[in-house]
């Protein structure tokens, strides 16, 4: 079978930006430290008044096909995936290819639409529904335009607020891509569960500490059923494990444990044992209580070796360089951290191909999955296009009142209007209703 994967990325960050220990933290009579040592974020990246889920994904795609030489015609299927839809019938896909038809002055009449559902797994569910098209041979030598956009905003005063963000990743899907295949195995971990979930309406109902241990059980279980199909992980031999960031330091918490879950019966469980002593095995207790405490134990004195720790700050620490300044971008949240691993990548010149990352979705609901990709000989060239940085400096820095007018700006069941507080500059802007209550758009030179 041809090697099917990501062929071009492209990030596109919201024009604001929340300073949480700075503007945030105060106004909430909270230690700054809570956000850039508890959580892990120093940032969250937020839509003017004239942006949504539409232009994000517009402007992500645009820049992506500009970049890349790509026109309509290249495009055979285009996915969005998002979680905070306005709209239950008329996916975002359909906006988003109207906007990009504007440009090109070309039709996408022929490529598929559509809009996928599952918290913030779903931009990786779109991502293995393209691979799936193209491995079937259905695309007759079209790729897949995958988009990940999200407005991540929690009620005033929920917990939640801590993590918000807003962006969009846009990925271009195809055979004998640039930048990374995907395996062909993938672990799944499933359950109906309820820890975040938005039943009719704007803002999730979440219980964000269930959440975590939600997200860790299913990701250990992705990860058995990965190593079924797939075999053994060594450690050592993932160059990147980036995973879904909710905020960073849910990343922490799980990278331990995942390291934890993979060095058993290894000969790195075998080296450390003089430091940290043997795994305990379920079978070694006879009260359940007891397991989990030496477990619990035992994860601790892992997490401080010095061998882990080095583990973690080459091979997942880099994941998280953008989403601490971004936030929670739920469905794109996990195609961010991949990016980043491949920034650092590409800024300490290091020579990747292929070497492989191990990816790490997760869903509240709840899904994990996890897959293996493999770098390209192309990745460099890919990667070096992108400007992140040059976005994330450019953003507007709100004041606390000026973010609380942004928030009622955005939601759903206020009318406010705001000025905006950025000029939009050469992108999509959200320019007002039509007679059916739909949303209009224009592109602004
Ligand atoms: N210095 C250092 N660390 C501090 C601190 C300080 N002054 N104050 C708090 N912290 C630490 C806490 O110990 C905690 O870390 P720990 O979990 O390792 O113990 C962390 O910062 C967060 O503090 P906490 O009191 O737990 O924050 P919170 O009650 O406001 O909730 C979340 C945090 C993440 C649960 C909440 O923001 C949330 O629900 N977010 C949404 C998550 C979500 O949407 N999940 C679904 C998608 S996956």
Request: charged content about 30%.
């Amino acid at each position: 079978m041809t090697d099917v994967g990501i062929d071009a990325i492209e990030v596109w960050v919201s024009n604001l930006k929340l300073d949480l220990p700075k503007t945030f933290a105060p106004e909430n009579g909270e230690d700054p430290e809570k956000y850039t040592k508890g959580l892990g974020l120093f940032a969250s990246s937020f839509p003017d008044s004239y942006e949504d889920i539409v232009t994000m994904a517009a402007n992500a795609s645009y820049r992506l096909m500009e970049r890349n030489g790509l026109e309509p015609a290249d495009i055979g299927r285009i996915d969005v995936a998002t979680e905070t839809a306005f709209d239950k019938s008329k996916p975002v896909s359909t906006y988003v290819a109207g906007c990009l038809e504007q440009v090109y002055g070309k039709s996408l009449t022929n490529a598929n639409k559509g809009e996928r559902k599952f918290a913030c797994i779903s931009g990786t569910q779109s991502l293995n529904d393209a691979y799936n098209w193209i491995a079937s041979g259905r695309n007759r030598g079209r790729g897949a335009l995958v988009i990940a956009t999200d407005t991540a905003l929690y009620e005033r005063g929920d917990a939640g607020e801590a993590t918000q963000g807003a962006g969009a990743v846009a990925m271009f899907i195809d055979e004998d891509p640039d930048i990374v295949t995907l395996s062909k195995e993938q672990g799944i971990g499933s359950a109906d569960e309820t820890d975040f979930l938005k039943p009719n309406q704007q803002f999730p109902s979440v219980d964000g500490h269930r959440s975590m241990q939600v997200y860790l059980a299913r990701m250990r279980e992705a990860l058995e059923d990965y190593k079924a199909a797939a075999g053994d992980i060594h450690p050592d031999d993932i160059v990147y494990g980036p995973f879904h960031t909710p905020f960073p330091g849910m990343v922490k918490k799980a990278a331990v444990l995942a390291y934890r879950n993979v060095i058993r019966d290894t000969e790195v469980a075998d080296e450390l044992e003089a430091e940290v002593g043997r795994q305990p095995e379920p079978e070694d207790f006879t009260d359940q209580e007891d397991y989990l405490a030496a477990l619990r134990e035992y994860t601790d004195s892992l997490r401080d070796t010095e061998r882990y720790q080095r583990w973690y700050k080459e091979r997942i620490r880099p994941t998280l360089t953008i989403s601490r300044e971004v936030g929670n971008w739920y469905t794109g949240s996990v195609h961010v951290a991949r990016t980043s691993a491949l920034l650092d990548g590409y800024d300490r010149d290091r020579d990747l191909v292929g070497s492989q990352m191990i990816v790490g979705s997760y869903g509240s609901g709840a899904q994990a999955e996890i897959h293996a990709e493999t770098i390209q000989p192309n990745w460099k060239r890919a990667i070096g296009r992108l400007d992140i940085q040059e976005q994330l400096d450019s953003r507007y820095d709100l004041s606390f009142a000026e973010y609380e007018l942004i928030h009622d700006n955005h939601n759903l069941d206020l009318e406010t209007d705001v000025e905006p507080l950025t000029t939009p500059d050469d992108e999509f802007v959200f320019a007002g209703w039509g007679p059916m209550g739909e949303r209009k758009y224009q592109f602004v030179a």
